[in-house]
C-alpha cells in the first residue's frame, strides 16, 4: 500500500523553527519530484516548495530564504526545513509525489504571535 506520512507539525511561537518530515511506503521516491504544499480552512492549497529527483529545488516567494526542503533518498523521506516562522504560516502542510499524485494526511503547523 502507497502511503505518505507527514510529521513534525506543531505549534510555535513567531520566529520560531520546525522541520517537517515525509515517509514513503509501497515504493520508492527517489526518481520522484516532490513537494510541500499547504492549506488554510477556506483557502485553495497553496505551492511551497518542490524537489527534483536530482536535488534541484524551488520555493514559493513568500518562504523563500527562510524554508529549506531536502530529501535522503537512502530513507525515502522528503524534508522541510522551517526558520523564522511567521503567524502567515499557519496552516496544513502536505507533502506529494509527482510520478503518481500521492498526497500525504496533512500535518498541522501553528505559529503564534
Known amino acids: 500500500q502507497v502511503q505518505l506520512v507527514e510529521s513534525g507539525g506543531g505549534s510555535v511561537q513567531a520566529g520560531g523553527s520546525l522541520k517537517l518530515s515525509c515517509a514513503a511506503s509501497g515504493y520508492i521516491v527517489s526518481n520522484c519530484r516532490m513537494g510541500w504544499y499547504r492549506q488554510v480552512p477556506g483557502k485553495e492549497r497553496e505551492f511551497v516548495s518542490t524537489i527534483s529527483s536530482a536535488g534541484t529545488t524551488s520555493y514559493a516567494d513568500s518562504v523563500k530564504g527562510r524554508f529549506t526542503i531536502s530529501r535522503d533518498n537512502a530513507k525515502n523521506t522528503l524534508y522541510l526545513e522551517m526558520n523564522s516562522l511567521k503567524t502567515e504560516d499557519t496552516a496544513v502542510y502536505y507533502c506529494?509525489?509527482?510520478?503518481?499524485?500521492?498526497w500525504g494526511q496533512g500535518t498541522q503547523v501553528t505559529v503564534s504571535s
Open positions: 506529494r509525489e509527482y510520478c503518481w499524485g500521492y
